[in-house]
């Protein structure tokens, strides 16, 4: 047995990757997004079960509930449209999101919900019974009219009428308050995104590691109880794993601090790309580039290309 690595490299960039492979090594075009390989790889739609996975990367116990993504947020109503503005400038508080959490958790006392904050800005339902709702994470509604964005699905009249109950109180809260007489912006909604439950029977599991920059990979780790790697700094890309067996490797430049700190890790993946190919070790590389295309390389492929590339 040997070490096959399988990278999923999503960047602004990625393209420049495919420009330093081997000519000769056959390029499969691909249309399927970054959710779409994490589908494939781990036979788990990830879509499906995000807020899940995101409560087991912030170390709470899901206890075979349904979880749902609450996060509080800022919305900016104008000529009678709401834009998402998110919660990145707010600035909230331990105490302010914990004044909230016992003011919203006495209003849905009676609706089979728990409002956790694992911290200011990542808020949870939890709930036994099944949510029944549709949602658009909130990165995919930042700066965008809402209209076309509130919940779906067979309970849908419940949920929109839940978020403007939650935004009422919201706007009459002590903490508002306050923050309007301090010039600070409101916190004056809530965002429902991510639901879904865990199933109880979990995929059959390949994965000697997992490394990642992204919290949902760090969730399904976690879930599956397999070795997992953050790659939060650009250092942490050229550990190569040295243990037989297969290996996930994800950077997705939408979890980078900053565009320079995106492609500041693009070239550290080069590097890493490379000194694994280098390794006799490697028996098969994948590189899935979302939306763009998938390679498999050999090693036997890789040892004149590796050589006529000068990046360091």
């Known amino acids: 047995m040997s070490i096959n690595l399988h990278f999923i490299i999503k960047t602004p960039n990625s393209q420049q990757l495919l420009q330093l492979l081997p000519k000769k090594v056959k390029r499969l075009p691909t ?144 903490i508002n308050k306050q923050r309007i007489k301090d010039g600070k912006p409101q916190i004056n909604s809530l965002w429902f995104w991510g639901e879904g439950q865990l199933p109880l029977t979990k995929p059959d599991e390949h994965w000697q590691s997992i490394s990642s920059n992204d919290p949902l990979l760090k969730g399904y780790a976690d879930w599956q109880a397999i070795d997992y790697t953050s790659l939060s700094s650009a250092t942490a890309l050229v550990n190569i794993p040295s243990s037989n067996g297969h290996h996930l490797i994800t950077y997705n430049a939408e979890f980078s601090m900053s565009a320079d700190d995106s492609q500041q890790n693009e070239q550290q993946l080069l590097r890493c790309l490379i000194a694994a190919i280098k390794s006799s070790a490697i028996e098969t590389l994948n590189l899935y580039l979302p939306n763009k295309a998938e390679v498999c390389l050999k090693a036997g492929d890789l040892q004149p290309w590796w050589r006529a590339i000068n990046i360091f």
């Open 31 to 174: 249309s399927a997004n970054y959710l779409d390989v994490l589908k494939q790889l781990l036979g788990l739609d990830i879509r499906h079960h995000q807020a899940s996975l995101l409560a087991l990367a912030d170390n709470l116990s899901l206890d075979n509930k349904w979880w749902l993504r609450a996060d509080p947020v800022q919305i900016e109503a104008e000529n009678n449209v709401a834009y998402m503005l998110g919660n990145t400038h707010l600035a909230i508080s331990d105490e302010e999101a914990q004044a909230l959490k016992r003011d919203i958790n006495n209003f849905i006392a009676a609706d089979s919900l728990t409002l956790i904050t694992a911290s200011p800005t990542s808020w949870y339902f939890s709930s036994t019974r099944n949510l029944e709702i549709e949602t658009i994470p909130l990165r995919d509604v930042l700066y965008k009219n809402l209209y076309n964005h509130l919940p779906r699905g067979q309970h849908y009249q419940y949920w929109r009428r839940l978020l403007t109950e939650i935004q009422m109180l919201l706007h009459n809260s002590e």
